[in-house]
């Protein structure tokens, strides 16, 4: 199953209280189960603006349908093609 990375455009997104990301963590299971369990979100970064997030998904649309059902921007959706870590060097 195709992995993404969601980039989200997020003002402010770094000096959110723990409550508010809460919530939206919660919105966002809240709508992963009505989408089923073809799609699953692994984790997310929360940087100064923005939060990117890694989902397993079987394509971009269902990653943009969870965005538009949860009111959750997805300014980029990009298919991971490969991973590598520092074991690629050896």
Request: aromatic share 6%; glycine share 6%; hydrophobic share 40%.
């Amino acid at each position: 199953m195709p992995k993404y990375v969601i980039e989200r455009e997020l003002p402010g997104a770094g000096q959110l209280p723990a409550d508010t990301l809460q919530a939206i963590s919660r919105k966002s299971c809240s709508v992963l189960n009505e989408l089923g369990p073809q799609i699953q979100w692994v984790q997310s970064y929360v940087t100064d603006n923005k939060i990117y997030c890694i989902y397993i998904a079987p394509d971009a649309e269902m990653v943009r349908e969870h965005a538009r059902q949860g009111g959750f921007p997805a300014d980029s959706v990009a298919e991971v093609r490969v991973m590598i870590d520092p074991t690629t060097a050896e």
